[in-house]
């Protein structure tokens, strides 16, 4: 559970947690959220409404979703909620508040950047002087993103991860310690093609689909 800060109101202390500390801001991915109230002698309260909000996302309970909704705790003092993430990265506060007492909490919601580099953006269209393409992925909280799968593709030519491969106008390779993952682009062999070959680097997470695009 994440830390979370209490303002006592009167005689109730109204705490809320989440589950995860960060999610991808992708509009579908959720925390889930657990609401207490207590008594000055840290004892649950039954019956209470508290209504959680957010600053950032969506909150859900039951069929009502929201920037905020109203719960009610059980036999034991607490009740449940659900984060939505957005589909904007930032910090979302969350807050409850009910009989005199209000909790928050944060998450983080990530976002992700891809960029693709190549290196030369010419070359001849004589089947085999390669452009590297590099593609360095990065997220909005902890900066490159290693060991994860980027998909190429390319209009033009072919596509090889080591070379002598067998080349493909698609082909996946893993993103490195600094966030890169790269592939060799290998023109036409037939000389009457000439032309500018768009390649597309592709990652997926969930159902946040980041793409990036170069020309050679």
Same mark, same amino acid.
């Given at each position: 559970?994440?830390?979370?800060?209490?303002?006592?109101?009167?005689?109730?202390?109204?705490?809320?947690?989440?589950?995860?500390?960060?999610?991808?801001?992708?509009?579908?991915?959720?925390?889930?959220?657990? @609401?207490?109230?207590?008594?000055?002698?840290?004892?649950?309260?039954?019956?209470?409404?508290?209504?959680?909000?957010?600053?950032?996302?969506?909150?859900? /309970?039951?069929?009502?979703?929201?920037?905020?909704?109203?719960?009610?705790?059980?036999?034991?003092?607490?009740?449940?909620?659900?984060?939505?993430?957005?589909?904007?990265?930032?910090?979302?506060?969350?807050?409850?508040?009910?009989?005199?007492?209000?909790?928050?909490?944060?998450?983080?919601?990530?976002?992700?950047?891809?960029?693709?580099?190549?290196?030369?953006?010419?070359?001849?269209?004589?089947?085999?002087?390669?452009?590297?393409?590099?593609?360095?992925?990065?997220?909005?909280?902890?900066?490159?993103?290693?060991?994860?799968?980027?998909?190429?593709?390319?209009?033009?030519?072919?596509?090889?991860?080591?070379?002598?491969?067998?080349?493909?106008?698609? @082909?996946?390779?893993?993103?490195?310690?600094?966030? &890169? &993952?790269?592939?060799?682009?290998?023109?036409?062999?037939?000389?009457?093609?000439?032309?500018?070959?768009?390649?597309?680097?592709?990652?997926?997470?969930?159902?946040?689909?980041?793409? /990036?695009?170069?020309?050679?």
């Amino acid at each position: 559970p994440m830390a979370l800060t209490v303002t006592p109101g009167g005689s109730v202390n109204v705490n809320v947690s989440a589950d995860h500390k960060s999610l991808t801001a992708d509009g579908t991915s959720t925390a889930g959220l657990t @609401v207490s109230c207590l008594d000055s002698a840290c004892k649950g309260l039954a019956s209470q409404t508290v209504t959680v909000s957010t600053s950032l996302g969506t909150v859900k /309970a039951g069929t009502t979703q929201g920037k905020s909704v109203t719960i009610k705790t059980n036999s034991s003092g607490n009740g449940a909620a659900t984060l939505v993430a957005d589909t904007t990265p930032g910090t979302a506060t969350i807050t409850a508040s009910g009989s005199g007492g209000t909790g928050s909490t944060t998450v983080t919601m990530r976002g992700y950047t891809l960029k693709l580099v190549a290196e030369p953006t010419s070359v001849p269209a004589d089947g085999h002087t390669p452009s590297l393409l590099t593609a360095t992925l990065e997220d909005t909280v902890s900066g490159p993103v290693s060991a994860t799968t980027i998909e190429f593709t390319t209009d033009k030519g072919t596509l090889v991860v080591t070379p002598g491969d067998a080349g493909s106008t698609k @082909v996946t390779n893993t993103t490195g310690t600094l966030g &890169a &993952a790269m592939v060799l682009l290998i023109p036409s062999t037939t000389p009457t093609t000439p032309g500018k070959a768009t390649v597309t680097a592709k990652f997926t997470k969930g159902t946040l689909v980041t793409t /990036a695009t170069a020309q050679v």
